[in-house]
């Protein structure tokens, strides 16, 4: 059967729309710092000044790292780990009741996805259209 969108302009497409989330999440908790430390500390994040900070790090530096497609396998793995750990500190749905319960549902399943799809795109590597370091064309450590 043959593909009817060729695999390199996919990958490109599925890295920027897996980093979009990242980089518009990122750039709201650096243009609102004093905003993502009090989501912090309601989330009970541990230190949440420093997890506002580590968080805009990830999200904005490791966004715009997928968009390029440098070093695409480790950071998606990193990223994924760290999508599961916000939905788990950010999106206890299992401590809530009523449509709170469900819509924080949603959103701790939707990071389980996103993780789905970031470790995808770690085993299947940037594709063509990335920046390229080393002679294989492959974008690992």
Same mark, same amino acid.
């Given at each position: 059967?043959?593909?009817? +969108?060729?695999?390199? &302009?996919?990958?490109? %497409? #599925?890295? =920027?729309?897996?980093? /979009?989330?990242?980089?518009?999440?990122?750039? @709201?908790?650096?243009?609102?710092?004093?905003?993502?430390?009090?989501?912090?500390?309601?989330?009970?994040?541990?230190?949440?000044?420093?997890?506002?900070?580590?968080?805009?790090?990830?999200?904005?530096?490791?966004? +715009?790292?997928?968009? &390029?497609?440098?070093? %695409? #396998?480790? =950071?998606?793995?990193? /990223?994924?780990?760290?999508?599961?750990?916000? @939905?788990?500190?950010?999106?206890?749905?299992?401590?809530?009741?009523?449509?709170?319960?469900?819509?924080?549902?949603?959103?701790?399943?939707?990071?389980?996805?996103?993780?789905?799809?970031?470790?995808?795109?770690?085993?299947?590597?940037?594709?063509?259209?990335?920046?390229?370091?080393?002679?294989?064309?492959?974008?690992?450590?």
């Amino acid at each position: 059967m043959k593909n009817t +969108l060729p695999r390199d &302009a996919a990958l490109l %497409v #599925a890295r =920027l729309l897996l980093a /979009l989330l990242f980089l518009i999440m990122g750039w @709201g908790k650096l243009s609102d710092f004093s905003g993502a430390v009090a989501y912090m500390t309601q989330t009970h994040a541990p230190l949440p000044a420093l997890s506002a900070a580590i968080a805009i790090l990830v999200e904005l530096g490791i966004g +715009l790292a997928l968009v &390029a497609g440098v070093f %695409v #396998a480790p =950071l998606a793995i990193i /990223l994924a780990l760290y999508t599961i750990a916000t @939905g788990l500190i950010g999106h206890n749905f299992w401590t809530m009741s009523g449509m709170l319960r469900y819509d924080m549902m949603i959103h701790f399943y939707k990071n389980i996805s996103i993780a789905g799809g970031l470790l995808a795109l770690a085993v299947s590597g940037p594709g063509r259209y990335a920046l390229n370091f080393g002679k294989s064309g492959r974008n690992a450590l």
